[in-house]
């Protein structure tokens, strides 16, 4: 039952529970001053760059501080910084020491929850509110007396307790998938860098006698292929200095590129800047479709990237470059090298690294190049091409999981502290971590192969009353519980969901790759492991590591039912899930309801008491639908 609200009063908080009271920050927290002195000695040092933002997270860094600047602290003191706000810098001190003055030091009262305070400090809401009253453009600071005078909301002792414990709890789950994920994504770089390096030294057709380079960007090419320099092969034609005044009536008003533009990434679609050209400057400095960018200087210095449109004219400013191919081919060969060169740090070797790093035009051209044919170019660029791109969409679906659990994070930590959520004492016992996301990410790019591997697993965990309705509906809740998208469609049949790609599974499993037998006998389809089967754990592991113990936990639920047990659990999770995927309210009942009368006529075979039961014993299992994947579709006669 839903607990009485109120208005709070506070615009950043918004409604709270009727019992929970607001107070200013002030007067539940001293806000300590003390100066570091130095008969204190040495101390633990905190600054604004030792705190991960929005993690609370402390880490060390080699930057030098001021101890007599600082101030003192102690522990189960929290800091909060006050210059750029928006960066969330907020520190609970496990230990005494001494901080940058940038930092309040907050001290709460006893009767203050440390941990709920924390959370409620690091919220989106406060910190939000605190960040729109900055003062200051290219350093925006908080004002110590605003901070203290912030509103904050107050629940009663014991559940300040319990919102604290939960959140730290949920928040470190979420920080260890987030962990995983950062690792995937850098492991995903990593790999890319390496094939980049391998194919544009090595070529792609195949063994064939090699050579030491004698250069230390890379170590053997093929024997065949001669080192040049790149100036021989392209033309280098360097930018424009800046003009903000029209020199004649000839010079007119054009876009151009510069070194923020250009990225091994691509080139950025954002709106250009303009300056002023003449008819011959416009001549020389226009870029063509297919010339390959290349920065000049700053700390982007050698990044680059081809032009892919060529319809809008467009200019070059001196901090870019243009390479140009001098007789025939295309420069994408040339755009991967040259990232071979700079991520092993070619730049700061053939550039001054004192001051501003400059790629010159002279130094451009005085790149090593491995003359292979246009013909084997094409055949590298191609290759990298396709490789480049499915690697950098793995890397994409990582990083929209990163955005969507940090975003997640943060108004999980917001609705608890401000009352929007209640704390179950279920949830007090046990809560397993909800991947709040559709699609889960697997690093797999064919999703059936995916799929097929999951279902070795399933049947590898169950060999005892398995039969194809169970696998069926195993895979269906297995896939919808955690948000994995095998791009099926269940189709609301008798025996509960089905999708047809559970046939296509089936043959991946036997026929292409022998690692279970299926027979059909008139008790129906039974699966039994092959010598081989083992073979498909290598891919398990490598797609599905991060999901083990959810996994490991719907297979354990459905691992001593029988077919109808299966159906009915399988059944009311796809109607429930449906009616949170509608968005729409309901109650038990309901669910109920809409497996009686919309999923299929026999399923009326079973009475709705057992139904109702069934969802009472899924809440028990934590087995409750979350509203991923898609909803079921109603057969049509």
Not at 279 to 305: M, T
Not at 345 to 366: M, S
Not at 371 to 376: A, C, H
Not at 490 to 511: F, N, T, W
């Amino acid at each position: 039952m839903a607990r009485e609200m109120k208005d709070s009063g506070v615009k950043w908080i918004g409604q709270i529970p009727a019992d929970w009271s607001v107070e200013k920050l002030k007067f539940i927290a001293s806000f300590c001053q003390e100066k570091y002195r130095e008969d204190l000695g040495a101390l633990v040092y905190v600054g604004l760059e030792n705190i991960v933002s929005w993690n609370g997270k402390l880490i060390e860094t080699e930057s030098e501080y001021d101890r007599g600047q600082s101030i003192l602290f102690s522990q189960n003191d929290i800091l909060w910084g006050k210059l750029r706000p928006y960066l969330a810098k907020v520190f609970h001190c496990q230990e005494s020491g001494c901080c940058s003055g940038e930092f309040c030091v907050i001290r709460p009262q006893l009767s203050i929850d440390i941990r709920f305070l924390w959370n409620t400090l690091i919220s989106v809401g406060f910190v939000s509110a605190v960040d729109q009253s900055t003062y200051g453009t290219k350093m925006p600071r908080a004002n110590a007396d605003f901070i203290k005078n912030m509103l904050i909301p107050i629940p009663p002792g014991p559940e300040q307790k319990n919102i604290g414990a939960f959140l730290d709890r949920k928040c470190k789950e979420i920080d260890a998938v987030l962990e995983k994920t950062r690792t995937s994504i850098e492991e995903y770089k990593k790999l890319k860098q390496a094939i980049i390096t391998q194919v544009v030294t090595k070529g792609v057709r195949g063994d064939r006698p090699m050579k030491e380079s004698g250069i230390d960007w890379a170590d053997v090419i093929p024997e065949e292929i001669k080192i040049s320099r790149l100036g021989l092969h392209y033309d280098i034609i360097l930018g424009k200095m800046l003009c903000s005044a029209q020199v004649d009536d000839s010079y007119t008003l054009e876009p151009y590129y510069c070194a923020a533009d250009v990225h091994f990434e691509g080139i950025s679609d954002s709106e250009r800047k303009m300056m002023w050209f003449s008819p011959a400057e416009k001549e020389l400095y226009l870029v063509q479709r297919n010339d390959l960018l290349v920065v000049e200087g700053g700390a982007g210095a050698g990044s680059c990237a081809v032009v892919t449109d060529g319809e809008t004219p467009t200019y070059i400013q001196n901090s870019i470059m243009i390479v140009r191919a001098k007789h025939s081919g295309d420069c994408r060969y040339v755009r991967y090298w040259l990232e071979c060169l700079v991520r092993q740090g070619y730049i700061d070797v053939v550039c001054n690294k004192a001051t501003i790093p400059h790629f010159t035009k002279d130094k451009l051209a005085a790149v090593p190049y491995f003359v292979f044919s246009e013909q084997e170019r094409n055949e590298i660029a191609d290759y990298l091409d396709e490789q480049c791109r499915n690697i950098n969409s793995q890397v994409e679906k990582e990083e929209c999981l990163l955005h969507e659990l940090e975003s997640y994070k943060k108004s999980l930590i917001y609705e608890y502290v401000t009352g929007k959520k209640e704390v179950q004492q279920k949830q007090q016992v046990k809560e397993m971590v909800v991947y709040p996301f559709f699609p889960a990410v697997f690093q797999a790019t064919n999703p059936r192969f995916a799929q097929a591997i999951l279902m070795s697993k399933v049947l590898d965990s169950c060999k005892v009353k398995m039969g194809r309705v169970k696998l069926e509906k195993m895979m269906f809740v297995l896939e919808n519980s955690i948000g994995f998208d095998f791009d099926t469609e269940y189709v609301r049949e008798a025996a509960g969901p089905l999708d047809k790609s559970i046939y296509e599974c089936e043959k991946i499993i036997s026929r292409k790759n022998k690692w279970f037998t299926i027979r059909e006998s008139k008790y129906g389809i039974s699966y039994k492991p092959t010598s081989e089967h083992s073979k498909y754990k290598k891919y398990y592991t490598q797609y599905f590591s991060d999901y083990e113990d959810a996994i490991n936990k719907v297979i354990s639920i459905f691992h001593d039912f029988d077919a109808d047990q299966a159906e009915v659990i399988a059944t009311v999770y796809g109607a429930w899930n449906d009616c949170i995927i509608d968005k729409q309210s309901y109650t038990d009942n309901d669910i109920v309801d809409e497996v009686l009368n919309h999923w299929h006529p026999k399923k009326r075979r079973f009475p709705k008491d057992m139904w109702l039961r069934a969802i009472q014993r899924m809440r028990e299992l934590d087995l409750v639908p979350h509203g991923y994947g898609r909803h079921t579709v109603i057969k049509q006669n």
